[in-house]
């Protein structure tokens, strides 16, 4: 199989760390130049449902079991970074249990970081609810190096602010994670 530079991240990644939810899929940041070995590895046993943009160099391939016969199985969501905050996250991966087996996961940091972006930018959906609920959840772990993540966000006044903001927050009643 071809090496690539890649990160686990999103819901496998969080239950890597131990926070565990629920996925549909599997979220992989994918270094740019190895992207389409990557796909062209994985053909034998996947077929591509779809890329981003359709022609020219690809930043998002969805690709899904060709064993699949129904739409309920786990597709692989391949991404190229496109933001300092994923490219960080490619660059800073750490050594993780998913799957039974040692894989390459986004950092704790990177996935609050990923998540907090993602819910700043639909902070009035219930989809960005769940990302900042994620974010806040990956830090009650204890395991975030919170003075990494300041430093990271310094230049950037809304999630500096919603750092800030989540750090602050009580902690909500019911099951912590384990």
């Excluded at 796909?39 to 034998?44: E, I």
């Excluded at 190229?80 to 960080?88: I, K, L, N």
């Excluded at 040692?102 to 950092?107: C, F, H, M, P, T």
Aim: aromatic fraction near 4%.
């Amino acid at each position: 199989m071809t090496r690539a530079d890649y990160a686990i991240c999103g819901a496998v990644a969080m239950s890597a760390h131990g926070a565990e939810r629920y996925t549909r899929d599997i979220d992989v940041l994918v270094a740019a130049a190895s992207i389409e070995p990557v796909v062209a590895a994985l053909a034998r046993t996947m077929r591509e449902l779809g890329r981003e943009p359709e022609h020219g160099p690809a930043y998002q391939i969805k690709l899904r079991s060709k064993r699949a016969t129904t739409t309920a199985g786990v597709d692989i969501d391949l991404m190229v970074p496109v933001d300092a905050v994923e490219a960080w996250a490619l660059s800073n991966t750490v050594r993780a249990k998913a799957f039974d087996r040692k894989v390459d996961v986004a950092s704790v940091e990177a996935l609050v970081l990923m998540k907090l972006r993602a819910y700043l930018s639909d902070p009035e959906t219930a989809v960005g609810a769940k990302h900042r609920t994620d974010a806040f959840t990956l830090l009650e772990l204890g395991r975030a190096d919170v003075a990494a993540l300041r430093q990271f966000v310094r230049s950037d006044a809304a999630m500096a602010t919603e750092l800030d903001r989540m750090l602050r927050a009580p902690r909500p009643r019911g099951r912590r994670p384990e």
